[in-house]
């Protein structure tokens, strides 16, 4: 069974600060996604990876993929009260076919 | 495109009481997911489907809980009989193959009392 190890599980900054949420797993993912979800609501799709050591970047995050695939990061610059939000990973493995397991996800509250 | 979209948003119902879930998928996606979050769990997947064919339904919990898609533009999750401890959100969530784009419906909260 694989599993996704999310941290950190609650971060709360001021506006500004910079913040990075890790995700990790012993498997080798095919691919991975990042999502954010507002509460009432079903999850984004924000990024997906495939290539180790993959970097993409959407405004102020930036999405990197481990060499090995087996790791990934969300780095948040300058981050603003519109950032809040429970944001996920998310990987497929081989042979596994369409199945997509989730991480706990990482709660973040920036204040103003 | 409205996107997936999931009905009732809330259903409350009593412990024993059969419980169904709706979902419509985006028009064109071969895949259909269904999800329960909770806040100990996280987001489980139950069961997903291709071209209506269940194909990995290791994750309903037991007997209780059955999932149907007789047509590619409609599912559904059945719970019979519901327990206190299905109360959770479900989600329905399709994706087109290849791309693995996937698109979540808003959910359905229910409450087993």
């Known amino acids: 069974t694989q599993l996704l190890e999310q941290s950190p599980q609650f971060l709360s900054i001021q506006e500004g600060e910079n913040l990075t949420v890790y995700c990790n797993s012993s498997?080798?993912?095919?691919?991975l996604q990042w999502y954010r979800q507002e509460p009432g609501e079903g999850p984004v799709l924000l990024v997906t990876?495939?290539?180790?050591?993959e970097v993409k970047k959407l405004k102020r995050l930036t999405f990197q993929f481990g060499d090995a695939r087996k790791d990934s990061s969300l780095h948040i610059t300058a981050a603003q009260p519109g950032d809040t939000g429970l944001y996920l990973c998310a990987g497929r493995f081989y042979n596994q076919g369409g199945k997509l397991i989730f991480g706990q996800g990482t709660e973040l509250s920036v204040k103003p | 495109d409205a996107g997936v979209i999931q009905s009732p948003r809330h259903e409350v119902t009593e412990m024993g009481q059969e419980v169904t879930l709706r979902c419509k998928p985006i028009?064109?996606?071969?895949?259909l997911f269904w999800y329960r979050q909770t806040m100990m769990r996280g987001l489980e997947l139950l069961i997903y489907?291709?071209?209506?064919?269940?194909?990995?339904d290791s994750g309903m919990p037991e007997d209780r809980f059955s999932a149907k898609m007789p047509n590619a533009s409609f599912s559904t999750l059945k719970i019979q009989p519901s327990e206190p401890r299905d109360s959770a959100v479900y989600f329905c969530?399709?994706?087109?193959?290849?791309?693995?784009?996937?698109?979540f419906g808003s959910g359905t909260r229910l409450t087993v009392v």
């Open positions: 498997s080798v993912f095919s691919s």
């Open positions: 990876v495939v290539t180790g050591g």
């Open positions: 028009s064109g996606h071969d895949y």
């Open positions: 489907f291709n071209n209506n064919v269940p194909i990995d």
């Open positions: 969530a399709s994706s087109p193959t290849g791309t693995w784009r996937y698109t």
